[in-house]
């Protein structure tokens, strides 16, 4: 059984990973919400599209989602990231994740009785990813998607042992 939810949250990974690369461009926030939305659809593509024509399936995506909700609000990457980030992004365009970028340039001289000029070379840019607000404020949030990466690779897994093992039953 292939989901079509590990296809989306492949591309969650690689949405990531173009953030990371976006870091100071200003690509980073059109990336960002890529990731938001990619981490959420992975939930609506297994519940509206992998569900669809398969009933142990259906049977199990459902239990697994019942769990969800009966534990809320744990898992907190679920429903104060994965959900409240998404919120917060498609509905309103705000932002959770922040960016601070410091330069570092060298210094130049000039000696006005000489005419000789100088300097010091720069250091690197230094590139600081944050979250700011809610429970994972200080967090960088390329962890925090990491760990939703995580969190949905979980569950798909238990969707499809639940599944697996509803099929084997009706043999």
């Known amino acids: 059984m292939s989901l079509r939810a590990r296809e989306v949250l492949a591309d969650a990974v690689t949405a990531i990973d173009d953030f990371e690369a976006s870091s100071g461009t200003a690509y980073w926030r059109?990336?960002?919400?890529a990731i938001v939305a990619i981490l959420r659809a992975v939930g609506h593509v297994a519940t509206n599209l992998d569900a669809?024509?398969?009933?142990?399936?259906?049977?199990?995506?459902?239990?697994?989602f019942a769990e969800l909700r009966r534990t809320k609000p744990e898992p907190a990457i679920y429903w104060n990231f994965i959900v409240e980030e998404r919120n917060?992004?498609?509905?309103e365009m705000t932002l959770?994740?922040?960016?601070?970028?410091?330069?570092r340039p060298g210094a130049a001289w000039y000696n006005?009785?000489?005419?000789?000029?100088?300097g010091t070379e720069g250091e690197p840019?230094?590139?600081?990813?944050?979250?700011r607000g809610g429970i994972y404020d200080g967090r960088d949030p390329r962890e925090l998607c990491?760990?939703?990466?995580a969190?949905?690779?979980?569950?798909?897994d238990r969707v499809e042992q639940r599944a697996a093992s509803a099929r084997t039953v009706a043999i």
Not at 96 to 103: F, K, P, Q, V, Y
Not at 125 to 131: D, K, S, V
């Open 30 to 33: 059109t990336r960002w919400i």
């Open 52 to 64: 669809a024509g398969d009933e142990n399936l259906r049977s199990a995506i459902d239990a697994e």
């Open 88 to 91: 917060r992004v498609l509905k």
């Open 96 to 103: 959770g994740a922040r960016l601070n970028i410091t330069l």
């Open 112 to 118: 006005m009785k000489t005419g000789e000029t100088g």
């Open 125 to 131: 840019t230094t590139y600081e990813h944050f979250m």
């Open 146 to 149: 990491r760990e939703a990466v």
């Open 151 to 156: 969190f949905w690779n979980g569950y798909l």
